[in-house]
């Protein structure tokens, strides 16, 4: 029997900080109340509310291949994490309903007096640092620009600072993180939020339990609540 079709409470992966927190509302909207945090718990199965959902506490790049594999019935993950994770594991996921959460751009950065248009326009090769190697390696191509990418996990902002890479594609929300390195956003590439994906096998063998819960996620991504 796959994970997915076991007998067990349905299952939510989630990664700690934002998306936990701005998931929090929309589970409550469905009823739904999460009865440990996971910034003061150490547990990594969180009970709720309803005997028949459970909570589990992943990293936001992990919360793609449980989903993918039935440990989790369903999850919550950045557009940004997706479109990484799909390059190399596609199928198995349905990505239904864009929950308008986590909201921010995926931008080019450089250090404050770097001339990227000017590197850009000249067809220099520029270096870029990035978690985000598939997003980069498409939008440089699609500009005809040669770059070398630089894989990080993190910290991006300071590649270009200690002559790493001339430029980061990174997250930017308020811009503060860029702001206080003396780094410019010179390039949006994309606007990010995060989505409910589902497991396809658990879509058929769990559509009873899953469905009320998407729909109930549908409602509350419409009509955010007020607080
Ligand atoms: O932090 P960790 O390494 O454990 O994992 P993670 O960074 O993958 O997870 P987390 O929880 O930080 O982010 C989860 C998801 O939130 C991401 O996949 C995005 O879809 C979404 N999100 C929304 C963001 C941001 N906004 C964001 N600002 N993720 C990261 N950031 C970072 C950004 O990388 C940069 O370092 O925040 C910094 C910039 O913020 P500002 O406000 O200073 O511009
Ligand atoms: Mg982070």
């Given at each position: 029997m796959s994970p997915a079709s076991a007998n067990r409470p349905l299952t939510l992966a989630l990664s700690k900080g934002r998306i936990f927190d701005e998931t929090l509302p929309l589970l409550e909207e469905a009823?739904?109340?999460?009865?440990?945090s996971p910034e003061t718990s150490r547990k990594l199965i969180l009970p709720t509310n309803s005997p028949d959902l459970q909570i589990i506490i992943v990293r936001a790049t992990d919360v793609p291949t449980y989903v993918q594999y039935g440990a989790a019935h369903i999850g919550i993950a950045g557009k940004d994490v997706l479109y990484e994770h799909s390059e190399h594991h596609p199928g198995g996921i349905y990505q239904p309903i864009?929950?308008?959460?986590a909201r921010c751009r995926m931008s080019v950065a450089v250090a404050e007096g770097f001339d990227y248009d000017n590197a850009v326009r000249k067809g220099s090769r520029l270096r870029i640092a990035t978690k985000y190697t598939r997003a980069a390696r498409e939008h440089f191509a699609s500009k005809g620009v040669y770059v070398d990418l630089i894989k990080l996990?993190?910290?991006?902002?300071l590649a270009p600072l200690v002559g790493l890479a001339d430029a980061i594609v990174d997250l930017v929300s308020t811009g503060s993180t860029l702001r206080a390195n003396h780094l410019e956003e010179v390039e949006e590439i994309a606007q990010i939020s995060s989505r409910l994906i589902i497991n396809q096998a658990a879509m058929k063998t769990r559509q009873t339990e899953l469905q009320p819960l998407i729909n109930a996620f549908m409602r509350a991504a419409v009509e955010p609540p007020l607080n």
């Open positions: 009823g739904i109340k999460v009865l440990e864009d929950l308008n959460i996990y993190g910290s991006m902002e």
